[in-house]
């Protein structure tokens, strides 16, 4: 089965900490984004990468980075959280282009920032 | 740019009533189309697609047809149960750098199945 497995479900963090989300696939797929997920506001789409060392910014890239090292990971970095920043975090990796576009999720990693 | 408009929710149904969510789109070419289901306390899950004009998806009993001439997507099914209390999402996948299909969401549609 495919399986996408995000590291925290349950992050709380303080204003300003350094907080690191982590996301790792076992499909061997090409393409991995960071999505959030708020309320009447669906998933907006962060960042996403479609091959090792790369990396390319979404709708709301402000605040956050991202790291690709090795094609099955993708990590997710606030350099200073704000309080803002809470909600749901979702990691999905699909298949290069060709495929239809569908995407395969993790469960979701949920950070509060006190 | 791209975009999708769902039926705002909450959507909330008896037992065994007929469900429809109603998508529309906003895309240049031919998207491919989308409904994600997303269970309590879970991420979102595939329940079915359609990669061109006129196909119908379908999955545990749901439909939608891809509408190009009134661009929509609709979702539907005739009997709902209880466990299919979730919340729904409608997408469409575009091209975007390094031909990396991204998917473009609505908002999201929660539905409350009473028994």
């Known amino acids: 089965d495919v399986k996408v497995t995000q590291s925290s479900r349950y992050l709380v963090k303080r204003t300003g900490e350094k907080v690191f989300l982590e996301c790792v696939q076992d499909m061997d797929h090409e393409n991995m984004f960071w999505y959030r997920q708020d309320p009447g506001l669906g998933l907006r789409l962060i960042y996403f990468?479609?091959?090792?060392?790369?990396?390319e910014k979404g709708d709301i890239p402000e605040g956050y980075s991202v790291s690709r090292e090795k094609k099955e990971r993708f990590s997710l970095i606030l350099e200073s959280a704000s309080t803002n920043q809470t909600s749901m975090y979702l990691c999905?990796?699909?298949?290069?282009?060709?495929?239809?576009?569908?995407?395969?999720f993790g469960e979701g990693s949920r950070l509060t920032v006190l | 740019g791209d975009s999708v408009t769902q039926m705002e929710g909450p959507v909330t149904l008896s037992e065994e009533a007929f469900l429809t969510i109603n998508c529309t789109y906003t895309a240049t070419g031919y998207p491919s189309l989308f409904w994600y289901v997303q269970y309590p306390g879970e991420g979102l899950q595939l329940l079915l697609k359609?990669?061109?004009?006129?196909d119908k998806g379908s999955n545990k009993g749901f439909e939608a047809t891809y509408r190009k001439e009134t661009t929509s997507f609709h979702l539907e099914k005739g009997s709902v149960q209880v466990s299919d209390s979730a919340v729904y999402f409608c997408a469409l996948s575009t091209i975007s750098s390094g031909s990396a299909r991204q998917l473009t969401f609505g908002s999201g549609t929660q539905l409350t199945v009473l028994p």
């Open positions: 990468s479609y091959d090792v060392k790369m990396k």
């Open positions: 999905a990796s699909s298949l290069r282009a060709r495929g239809s576009g569908e995407l395969f």
């Open positions: 359609a990669t061109k004009a006129d």
